[in-house]
């Protein structure tokens, strides 16, 4: 690669107007016959698709499995396959919207999808409705009203800047948004969830980490799915934002055929606890649908979780949860030790199989 190339590589403008997009890269890619087009060209139809050069660039071809192809290439059975239960909006997103593009489902936060853009449009994505018909305001109008409808809550502490993917704003405004949300007496802390740092790593700069940080008390969640996502582009984003001042965490998403192993969810929580990234959340795929092809038995994550403990460092085990349909909340599904509680002892199973009493003599918390 020349000098300017490389120059070019290292542009995230760049990497983000040379996005692929159309149907005859995708022939071109996949090797699709005719026939197989047009189902392609209705898969794109129904649900856009979009892939930075960079996060193309981790595709091994010669793999038919390839973890990185699935989770950014198109797949028929996102109009072809469906589960029971499977829901537009699983998580009934619409009917906790006070306002256009914020979600208001926890007493003491509420979610604002600032943009209805992403860099790269993931096949797992649980708001793939919004990909055609955007719930998300990115005008400075829209915007505005989250921050009326948050300024006169006083119960909500914390703001969850999300989409779409908020680092792929015009930087400008996205300072605008937060400073505007920061100067709310009673938000005590802004999160922003991105996977700019495994898609598009170039675009966290020095100047944009320098933005963030005049907004702390800010945390930052991205999104690793699999080890072969920690590069060293990656790692360097990471470390930016990190050496800005920001905690950076990490949401998995449990998907057939990508991450779906023990193996694969351990040497990804291993490799994000290297790079100073905790592994936070390994959530269930929710039952949105064009995602059903990707959803595994709960009891596959357990399983996985449970073969963690004992056999890897507690900061690289993530909370194994489920979304609850209905705007139900978070539900924690990872397996319990605790067998039973009685009048002077518990008892536990350790993670070896072992039977342990532990005592615990009743009413000893009023003990003096």
């Known amino acids: 690669m020349s000098g300017s190339e490389a120059g070019q590589w290292s542009d995230w403008r760049w990497q983000l107007s040379n996005r692929t997009r159309g149907l005859g890269a995708l022939s071109e890619f996949l090797q699709l016959a005719s026939h197989e087009e047009e189902i392609y060209r209705d898969v794109i139809a129904r649900y856009r698709y979009a892939v930075t050069p960079y996060y193309l660039s981790l595709i091994d071809w010669s793999d038919p499995d390839d973890p990185i192809k699935k989770q ?7 109009i072809s396959f469906s589960l029971p239960g499977s829901e537009e909006d699983p998580l009934a997103e619409r009917a906790h919207m006070p306002v256009p593009g914020l979600i208001h489902r926890y007493p ?10 992403c860099a790269v449009y993931c096949r797992h994505c649980n708001r793939k409705r919004t990909w055609r018909n955007p719930e998300a305001g990115s005008t400075r109008e829209a915007l505005y009203r989250m921050v009326d409808y948050v300024a006169g809550n006083p119960r909500v502490r914390e703001v969850i800047v999300s989409g779409g993917d908020p680092l792929t704003m015009q930087q400008r405004l996205l300072d605008e948004f937060l400073k505007a949300l920061r100067k709310i007496p009673h938000v005590e802390v802004l999160r922003i969830g991105t996977r700019i740092p495994v898609v598009l790593p170039m675009r966290i700069t020095e100047d944009l980490c320098r933005m963030l940080a005049r907004h702390r008390p800010l945390w930052i969640n991205t999104h690793f799915n699999h080890p072969r996502e920690i590069t060293p582009e990656s790692a360097e984003a990471c470390e930016r934002i990190l050496r800005s001042g920001i905690p950076l965490s990490n949401q998995t998403v449990l998907l057939k055929g990508v991450n779906d192993s023990p193996g694969v969810i351990r040497d990804l929580c291993r490799g994000l606890q290297r790079i100073m990234v905790r592994p936070y959340y390994l959530f269930h795929c929710d039952a949105a649908q064009g995602t059903d092809h990707f959803r595994t038995d709960i009891r596959k994550g357990i399983g996985i979780i449970q073969g963690m403990w004992g056999k890897i460092g507690g900061m690289c085990i993530p909370n194994y949860v489920a979304d609850l349909p209905g705007g139900g909340g978070k539900a924690m599904m990872m397996p319990s030790y605790l067998l039973e509680v009685g009048k002077d002892e518990a008892i536990f199973r350790t993670f070896e199989g072992k039977i342990v009493r532990y ?7 009023a003990l003096v």
């Open 72 to 78: 950014c290439i198109p797949d028929p059975r996102e």
């Open 108 to 117: 003491d936060r509420v979610l604002a999808m600032a943009t209805g853009t």
């Open 359 to 365: 005592p615990c003599p009743g009413g000893a918390d």
